[in-house]
């Protein structure tokens, strides 16, 4: 077998495993696939300024997020379902992350219950979880999730607020996509067989509420949990000024991968406008499109504090399980720390708009 050494051979790997279907669930995007696509074109758009000649030895890649420090700016974003690229799913994250010292992200769509996925870090070492969280018809139910979480020691609630409905997945409705026989939703309190009635679009109207709102969640929430609440799925500077209004805990730039209004912003352009907007007042977060450690600086130089990655912990699993995903977050920290250390930065505080210049059609490079 060839040598796995990029994001992108992974990904070809766990294609090679998964079921086709299964496959274009992971990999899709919402229509027309634009704003997947220019997820990852957006990074094109920069080049990185490298100063020479400056002391690099002893570089540190590490970070402080969400009280804990890290081992690079990098976390593993709540995606859903992972039992279906491999049967250990969320569990070998948990394990992975915990082993390679970053943060992970539960999905609400877990195939295992918060409680079983923060003892599988814990088991391997320290690890931070935060839970991702929708607004419910059920309030009880989403009660029931919140207390839970709190419980199993997560330390922030990332609502997203981008999904009001699913975005048109043409690729879910040609394959009537239904989760596989055998997986069940706990934090849902959704069994396999609940859940083989109802395609995937059909199961998240039944128990999401497009009802949500600033003036009412937030508070709500705030009234039931002392964790952290962060705001997934902010694009524009308006919303970032509407979480510190309501007093939240942090931002995450997301468009949910692609996967729900297309034609909207790449992440990595939202990103200035939303880091402008925060005034260094509430942290800003990013996913969306990463697969290089030179992503990852060129995000941060931008004004992010932290980058989440999604597809490339699935394609991981789907490799090879907790080891593809330890796998898939070694390949991203040799990357950053070499791009940071060949740009001449000593430690992530150095990385700053400075670093980045942006491609001009004329062709000089502009300065930001």
Known sequence: MAPVLCI????????????????????????????LNENRAAFAK??????VLKDVSGAD????????KIAFPLCVSPAGIQAMAHPDGELATSR?????????????????SVEDVTKAGREVGPITHVLQLYT???????????????????????????????????????NDFRTPVGLDFPMLEKTTEMIQAQTHDDGFLAFNSDAHSW?????????????????KGVLAAEDV????????????????????????????????????AADGKIPIHIDGGFRTGADIFKAIALGAQCCWIGRPMIW?????????????????????????MLAGCKNVSEITKASLGIVRPDGPLARL
């Not at 920069?46 to 100063?51: F, G, H, K, M, Q």
Request: proline share 3%; net charge positive; hydrophobic share 35%.
């Open 61 to 68: 890649t590490s970070v402080s997020i969400l009280g804990r």
């Open 241 to 276: 000024l509407l979480a510190r209004q309501y007093g939240c805990d942090g931002v995450i730039v997301s468009n949910h991968g692609g996967r729900q209004l297309d034609g909207i912003p790449a992440t990595l352009d939202a990103l200035p406008e939303c880091v402008k």
């Open 316 to 340: 991981g699993l789907g490799y090879d399980g907790q080891a593809g995903v330890e796998k898939t977050l070694d390949i991203l920290y040799e990357e950053f720390r070499r791009c940071m």
């Open 8 to 35: 992108d051979d992974i990904h070809q790997e766990a294609v090679k495993k998964l079921k086709k279907s299964y496959t274009e669930f992971f990999d899709s995007g919402s229509t027309d696939q634009v704003t």
């Open 46 to 51: 920069y080049r990185i300024r490298p100063r």
């Open 136 to 174: 419910m018809k059920d309030r009880a139910l989403q009660e029931r999730i919140i207390e839970r979480a709190e419980a199993a020691g997560c330390v922030a609630i990332f609502l997203t607020a981008d999904s009001p409905v699913l975005g048109v997945r043409y690729n879910e409705w040609r």
């Open 96 to 112: 992975a992350c915990a082993k390679r010292g970053v943060h992970m992200g539960i999905s609400s769509f877990s195939n295992y």
């Open 215 to 231: 003036a009412y969640d937030i508070p709500w929430l705030r009234q039931r949990t002392k964790m952290q609440i962060w705001i």
